[in-house]
């Protein structure tokens, strides 16, 4: 059995995933793990770092939806079949980065809608703070799904 910490990541994706194994798993050097996110409508394959004989890396994928996908570990040594060496439940989930993209990209054109800035402007977070939100929106707005005709001047095209 391996442990999956942080055990859930937003659904675009980009957190450090640790894997913690058990005593028989331990990395050996000539030892390929990856992992593979097995959802309902998608599958993802991340490599993995070692990070110590007990322990791997690896960054989690963005994702299609909000739900509960099973990850398995599988290991590959040259010569020899690949094995899946253990399993573990995973979620993907949706946060405020992504929930402010959504929001942004149905605002897209409306003045009125994103007046909301002045509240931000009311309580101003630290710069730090405000750098990682907007990378962590930027992230978001990849991930979602817009139509071929959106833009961010929204539908009136005599913006």
């Given at each position: ?38 959802g ?8 993995t770092?070692?990070v ?108």
């Amino acid at each position: 059995v391996m442990k999956l910490n942080p055990q859930q990541a937003p659904l675009y994706g980009d957190s450090v995933i640790t894997v913690q194994l058990t005593e028989e798993d331990k990395v050996e050097d000539d030892v390929v793990f990856y992992l593979v996110f097995t959802g309902s409508t998608v599958q993802h394959c991340t490599s993995t770092r070692k990070v110590n004989p007990g322990s791997l890396e690896t960054i989690s994928p963005g994702h299609d939806c909000c739900e509960t996908v099973k990850v398995a570990l599988c290991a590959s040594r040259e010569g020899h079949p690949v094995l899946v060496v253990a399993e573990e439940s995973f979620q993907f989930v949706q946060d405020e980065a992504y929930d402010a993209a959504q929001f942004l990209a149905t605002c897209a054109g409306n003045q009125q809608a994103l007046n909301f800035t002045r509240f931000l402007d009311r309580s101003r977070p630290p710069a730090a703070d405000v750098d990682f939100l907007d990378e962590k929106v930027a992230l978001a707005f990849r991930h979602l799904k817009l139509p071929a005709e959106w833009n961010v001047l929204g539908a009136d095209q005599s913006l």
